[in-house]
């Protein structure tokens, strides 16, 4: 018997980084007046989200827990 094995791995931007970029080149530009807290956010916006999807979990689970 032979063993198969896949590698698969994406490499590349993505959507929101690309975006996060045009965001920038956009600011940098002068073409949007945002602050830069709304140009960079989607660089660092889906980690929020991830963190506080966590956080859900986690008091969800220890409020379960402790209702016996």
């Known amino acids: ?3 198969t094995t896949t590698n698969n791995s994406s490499s590349g ?6 975006l996060g970029v045009c ?18 956010l989607p660089f660092w916006g889906g980690f929020v989200i991830l963190i506080l999807f966590l956080l859900f979990v986690a008091v969800a689970a220890l409020s379960s827990t402790g209702r016996r």
């Not at 931007?13 to 690309?18: Q, T």
């Open 1 to 3: 018997m032979s063993k």
């Open 13 to 18: 931007i993505g959507v929101l980084g690309l």
């Open 23 to 40: 965001f920038v080149v956009l600011k940098l530009l002068g073409k949007i007046d945002w602050s830069w807290w709304w140009v960079t």
